[in-house]
């Protein structure tokens, strides 16, 4: 029986002009690649450029993994990992499999008795956790919350119950196009002695990361989210 490739999962920046938060390490396995497996072929090339590779891109595979993927499609990517090729799972930006669809790759490698390699790199929801100065011991991650806002405002009030009960930070996600709007129903809706804070573009060099409780908040002007990527913090 031949030996099975790895998979290899391969963190990218999460912005542009960020390229110098990915390990040289990783970039050395990256560049000894053929085959990867992205959201998007053109961001998984984009940032393959920006590596330096000397590897013609023809020479390249690359297979889609998103929503419009298809189940009897997805199951094939790995072929070349079970003929012996390692491959790379590339994330559209941070981690593959944090808040990432890679994750079902990950498990189908798993499946298959392929061996999983996760590599160093940028994960925003970490890196907004250890800026934030809230509870590292305790937390969870929630990804996005409802769009609406009498479903957000309940989702909300839900988090900061369980943040106080079980000491607990409540960490998630909204579209850049949203986050103003998150920010404020935030303040609207949760207490003037929850703690709230905002990692916005981070690793870049308009990166922002604060922490008020919401009356502070509220006293003072608000930071311009817009169209900027934002992890969101909450502790009761």
């Not at 303040?187 to 922002?208: F, G, I, M, W, Y």
């Amino acid at each position: 029986m031949s030996k099975k490739g790895k998979l290899y999962l391969i963190p990218c920046p999460l912005g542009e002009n960020a390229g110098h938060t990915i390990p040289p390490y990783v970039v050395s396995i990256l560049h000894e690649l053929d085959v990867f497996i992205a959201e998007r072929a053109k961001t998984a090339r984009a940032f393959i450029k920006t590596t330096h590779t000397t590897k013609p891109f023809s020479e390249l595979t690359f297979y889609e993994l998103n929503k419009r993927s298809e189940d009897a499609e997805v199951a094939t990517f790995l072929q070349d990992a079970e003929a012996g090729k390692d491959v790379g799972l590339l994330s559209e930006a941070g981690c593959p499999g944090v808040a990432d669809p890679g994750a079902v790759i990950v498990e189908m490698a798993h499946r298959k008795g392929i061996e999983v390699i996760p590599l160093v790199g940028p994960s925003s929801i970490l890196l907004a956790l250890m800026g934030a100065g809230m509870n590292g011991q305790s937390f969870t991650f929630h990804g996005y919350l409802p769009v609406k806002k009498p479903e957000l405002a309940k989702e909300l009030k839900k988090l900061e119950q369980i943040s106080g009960r079980l000491r607990q930070t409540q960490i998630f996600i909204e579209t850049p196009y949203r986050s103003n709007g998150m920010l404020e129903e935030m303040l609207n809706v949760l207490a003037p002695s929850t703690k709230v804070c905002v990692a916005t573009d981070l690793t870049l060099e308009t990166e922002l990361i604060k922490t008020k409780r919401v009356k502070a908040w509220k006293s003072g002007g608000l930071p311009d989210l817009h169209k900027r990527p934002t992890v969101f913090l909450l502790e009761s």
